[in-house]
């Protein structure tokens, strides 16, 4: 058995995140169940079945059955061409779109990100802060790619990825070992960290430098760096990350050839502090 994981991805579907909400007048259990079997395929491999659709989202057949019914009516599902079970729909990507192009830090990210990826002509990528996990938003590949390094969607782990490490050095300590406690720590590579103390490590190490590099971490050749962005109090919403590989760079060259592009890049991303309304001001 392969002790490592793979980079299919990291589903946010909770079965029980319905229950959270009981006591809400206004939560409407009927879209949590729509959305409970739309996100069955986040760790699917291949179409599933009405049986495999129940089983993923916890609901019983007869209820799964009327909502995939009423998905494929809507076009927010469809049959697999070969006829082996269900896959999301086209619709779908209209709100991965609408998500993308309506996102105002995505907007102001989208010329930032295409001037570093022109000058540092590697891949360039920007993620979304999602708790123990990253989502990638926007991916700028380089000529070295497999496959769920180009996918937009696509999620990995906060506490072993460059993105993520770098999200983590804007947050206090006691909230980093939350996270990592709350996250599947099986690794990657024979290189990934698996405990408290390396990610600690490779924060401190980010917070002094502006920018985390780190290596082997998902692929075993790959270098990748990670400068965070933030909101317009100082909180980390998520990352821009460039990634080389090992073949072509070390880690110290890479950092030194565009660390400061990246840090850059991120700072222009950020939301800008919100002015003072003068109140508190001291007088002149």
């Given amino acids: 058995m392969n002790q490592f994981r793979d980079l299919t991805g990291l589903s946010s579907f909770d079965p029980n995140e319905a229950d959270k909400f009981k ?104 993620s979304l802060f999602d708790d123990i996990r990253v989502v990638y938003a926007l991916r700028m590949p380089s000529k070295h790619e497999v496959f769920s390094a180009t996918i937009v969607g696509h999620a990995v782990p906060t506490y072993c990825t460059a993105g993520g490490i770098a999200i983590l050095s804007r947050l206090p300590d006691e909230q980093i070992a939350d996270i990592v406690n709350r996250s599947d720590l099986t690794p990657f590579t024979p290189y990934t960290i698996t405990d408290l103390d390396g990610v600690m490590e490779q924060v401190r190490a980010t917070r002094q430098r502006g920018h985390s590099v780190l290596c082997r971490q998902l692929l075993p050749h790959e270098v990748a760096m990670g400068a965070p962005i933030t909101d317009a109090n100082g909180a980390p919403i998520g990352a821009i990350h460039i990634a080389g590989n090992l073949q072509e760079w070390t880690a110290e060259s890479f950092s030194d050839s565009f660390g400061p592009l990246l840090e850059n890049a991120a700072r222009t991303v950020s939301e800008r502090p919100q002015p003072s309304d003068g109140r508190n001001s001291p007088a002149l």
Avoid: C, W
Wanted: glycine fraction near 4%.
């Fill in 23 to 126: 006591d809400d007048p206004l939560f409407l259990r009927s879209v949590a169940r729509t959305i409970a079997v739309l996100s069955a395929f986040q760790s699917a491999r291949h179409p599933l079945s009405l049986t495999q659709l129940a089983t993923a989202s916890g609901l019983d057949r007869s209820a799964t059955q009327r909502i995939v019914h009423s998905l494929l009516k809507l076009g927010m599902m469809t049959r697999d061409p070969e006829d082996r079970g269900y896959l999301p729909g086209l619709r779908i990507l209209d709100m991965a779109h609408d998500f993308i192009r309506l996102n105002p830090m995505l907007q102001r990210a989208n010329p930032v990100m295409l001037e570093l990826r022109r000058r540092v002509r590697e891949r360039v990528d920007l």
